[in-house]
């Protein structure tokens, strides 16, 4: 079956625009995760759902940053007023059920700010 | 109390030889331990990982090492191939959701 997949792949961006980026999960899995990857860093959490809900923001660096998911599937994270720092690769990865089961991970957008 | 050092940063290892990943946690209630492995451009992928319960878990060439009361763990890799060569993560969850990263260990196998 289809895996994890994300949509761009890649984005350029100017400072200030606001950018949003897809994840579409693999089917029936209830659990999405959005992780940020700098240049040679790990992956750092940014929000998770449970179906619609997210009962964890905690990771989201700003304000700017915002996500929702709908119909239990698609995830879109929206960064409003793109700053240089925010160049980043954006994973998005599915799970279920919610807990320590195997995350699958889509390939990413790689997202630049100019 | 988060955190997951790993370490080396990079390695590079002959074709036949040993890969060793090393990681390191602080929180005791952290209770699972995966690998990942990601290719350039692809998304990381689920490569073996342990339960506190066990000591030493293998799937073929890749192998976990745990020691509890060190609070370590490390990934060998046996007979390293080209094929190998890619990023590898460490991570700890503790029965929740959320996974603690360690930044990744760049591996390149020499043909």
């Known amino acids: 079956g289809a895996g994890v997949s994300q949509s761009p792949s890649n984005k350029v961006t100017e400072k200030g625009k606001d950018v949003e980026l897809r994840c579409d999960p693999i089917?029936?899995?209830?659990?999405l995760y959005w992780y940020r990857q700098s240049l040679g860093q790990g992956l750092e959490f940014l929000i998770y759902?449970?179906?619609?809900?997210?009962?964890?923001k905690s990771g989201l660096p700003s304000d700017r940053f915002s996500a929702e998911r709908t119909g239990g599937s698609v995830s879109t994270l929206t960064i409003q007023r793109t700053q240089q720092e925010d160049s980043a690769v954006y994973l998005c990865?599915?799970?279920?059920?919610?807990?320590?089961?195997?995350?699958?991970f889509g390939p990413g957008t790689r997202l630049l700010v100019l | 109390q988060q955190q997951v050092k790993q370490s080396p940063q990079s390695l590079i290892v002959q074709k036949g030889g040993i890969s060793i990943i090393n990681c390191a946690y602080e929180?005791?209630?952290?209770?699972?331990f995966p690998w990942y492995q990601q290719f350039p451009g692809k998304g990381p992928a689920l490569l073996i990982a342990?339960?506190?319960?066990?000591s030493e878990k293998k799937e073929g060439r890749f192998t976990i090492s745990f020691n509890k009361s060190a609070k370590q763990f490390s990934l060998h890799i046996m007979d390293s191939q080209p094929g190998d060569s890619a990023t590898y993560f460490c991570a700890a969850g503790s029965g929740t959701y959320k996974y603690i990263f360690g930044t990744g260990t760049r591996l390149k196998v020499l043909a």
């Open positions: 759902f449970q179906g619609n809900s997210a009962p964890d």
């Open positions: 342990i339960r506190p319960d066990v």
């Open positions: 089917s029936g899995h209830t659990a």
């Open positions: 990865a599915s799970s279920f059920p919610v807990g320590l089961e195997t995350q699958y």
């Open positions: 929180n005791t209630a952290f209770d699972y």
